[in-house]
């Protein structure tokens, strides 16, 4: 047994014990591969319903509720949240929608900043989390980590984040102050870049091209690798029709959206919006 069929088993058997207590019971962290694994099991033979939420809107690192059909469970009172698609035979894409900022999720927010910001060395992402795995937490309990003028805004397991506030004291050379925050206090808007440009055909390397400005020929490439995924769902094939709001994802990269079609020009070509996650 594989490691995707083993963490395919341990979700399941979570999965049936939701429905076997009549409660909902929540994941840890999953990054994308895991979320995109999720896709093939097929939830209402388990008797329940998957919800996926990591704190925010466009949040990649996501934490699964597994909730019984008996039960109407939402994010923010609102069944319409962000729902897993089911599996499908013609295995066609969906657009996924924004997940609610409600909070029975186990999820603390934590913001962590240099305690004199005037000294502070520059503090990267890489930074951070290597400061935060370096107290013995796992990945899995840690979320997205958003960073800004060489602050974070961190999201974490519940459990972890009295811990993470004791001890996260200093990134790289820098002292740090990290405190939790009240989640219906935090209004997370993830800075974009707009990039737009005209593209021969809507193919899924065209536009990932021109959103982090690489070569078309690497991007392909990056598709064919395994390296993207479009609303969290591996996809392989530069084939792929993407459609208005996709969030495409690729490793190393970062993230970005297919805002549309603005038109088309004389030469025959597409022009088109994206917006770089940066």
Request: hydrophobic share 40%.
């Amino acid at each position: 047994m594989n490691e995707m069929e083993q963490f395919q088993k341990r979700i399941t058997e979570l999965a049936d014990r939701a429905y076997a207590r009549g409660i909902v019971l929540f994941s840890d962290f999953l990054d994308l591969n895991q979320q995109n694994a999720l896709r093939g099991i097929r939830w209402k033979e388990h008797g329940i319903h998957l919800q996926t939420f990591g704190g925010y809107s466009y949040a990649e690192r996501q934490m699964a509720a597994f909730v019984p059909d008996a039960l109407s469970f939402s994010p923010a009172g609102n069944s319409a949240d962000h729902i897993m698609p089911e599996a499908k035979p013609e295995d066609v894409s969906e657009t996924m929608p924004e997940a609610s900022p409600g909070w029975p999720y186990p999820i603390s927010v934590i913001s962590a900043a240099p305690s004199a910001p005037r000294y502070s060395e520059p503090l990267t992402h890489r930074d951070y989390l290597g400061s935060i795995l370096s107290l013995g937490i796992e990945r899995s309990l840690i979320g997205d980590l958003i960073i800004k003028d060489h602050a974070a805004t961190i999201f974490c397991a519940e459990r972890m984040a009295d811990y993470i506030c004791e001890e996260l004291i200093r990134v790289r050379h820098t002292e740090i102050k990290a405190v939790k925050q009240a989640p219906y206090l935090i209004n997370i808007s993830p800075e974009t870049e707009e990039k737009t440009g005209s593209v021969a055909s809507l193919r899924l390397d065209a536009l990932i091209a021109l959103a982090f400005g690489i070569q078309r020929s690497r991007a392909a490439l990056l598709v064919q690798e395994g390296a993207v995924f479009v609303n969290a769902k591996l996809v392989t094939s530069n084939g792929h029709p993407p459609r208005e709001n996709d969030l495409i994802s690729v490793r190393k990269l970062g993230k970005c959206r297919f805002c549309g079609i603005l038109h088309q020009t004389k030469k025959g070509r597409i022009m088109v919006r994206m917006e770089r996650f940066v």
